[in-house]
């Protein structure tokens, strides 16, 4: 009897662990890995947020405004169905690294549900919810301009600043 109380003992300690299993990987060729909602910076093109889902890759940034590309996942890379870009991407779950056949390498880095108003940007430029998307854009970018350390002072631009407060005044 004395012999089973540790076997019992370490029984009870292990089960509730071996209940806890990983999460299942995503299947290789699989995209449910880029379903949600992204945002990147780059110094060539500012800030741009994505709303990707199974079947749409949505992006937003000032420069250009909305616009929306159907995708498809083979292997490790994502294809454009309209356009000729392909990319090899990464996952590390919290971000993607996108490395383009053009010779661009971008990582989107995923929001927190929490942090973004970012359900659709609504087609209507006048509409209430639209203004109220800009304004919360608008915050995101200067912070993602500061964090790369672009600051824009009250006093004489640099030629560097001049650009991009240029790219941050940029509006549809």
């Known amino acids: 009897m004395i012999k089973s109380i540790p076997f019992i003992l370490a029984l009870f300690i292990l089960t509730p662990t071996a209940c806890d299993s990983p999460p299942p990987k995503t299947p290789k ?3 449910n890995f880029l379903i949600g909602k992204w945002h990147r910076f780059s110094r060539e093109n500012g800030y741009t947020e994505f ?3 199974s079947r749409y890759i949505v992006f ?4 250009v405004g909305r616009f929306a590309l159907a995708y498809k996942i083979e292997n490790d890379s994502l294809k454009y169905l309209t356009n000729q870009y392909a990319a090899k991407i990464t996952d ?3 971000s993607v ?3 383009g056949n053009d ?3 971008a990582t989107l880095y995923r929001f927190e549900a929490a942090h973004v108003a970012f359900n659709a940007i609504p087609e ?3 509409s209430l919810a639209f203004t109220a998307y800009l304004e919360g854009f608008d915050k995101r970018l200067i912070r993602e301009f500061e964090k790369a350390g ?3 002072s009250d006093g004489p631009e640099q030629p560097e600043e001049a650009a991009y407060r240029d790219l941050l005044n940029k509006k549809l």
């Open 97 to 99: 690294l996108v490395e």
């Open 60 to 63: 937003y940034n000032q420069k």
């Open 124 to 126: 209507e430029k006048d």
């Open 103 to 105: 010779s661009t390498t």
């Open 150 to 152: 672009i600051k824009f």
């Open 29 to 31: 060729g699989g995209k």
């Open 92 to 94: 590390y779950g919290d």
């Open 51 to 53: 709303d990707i889902d």
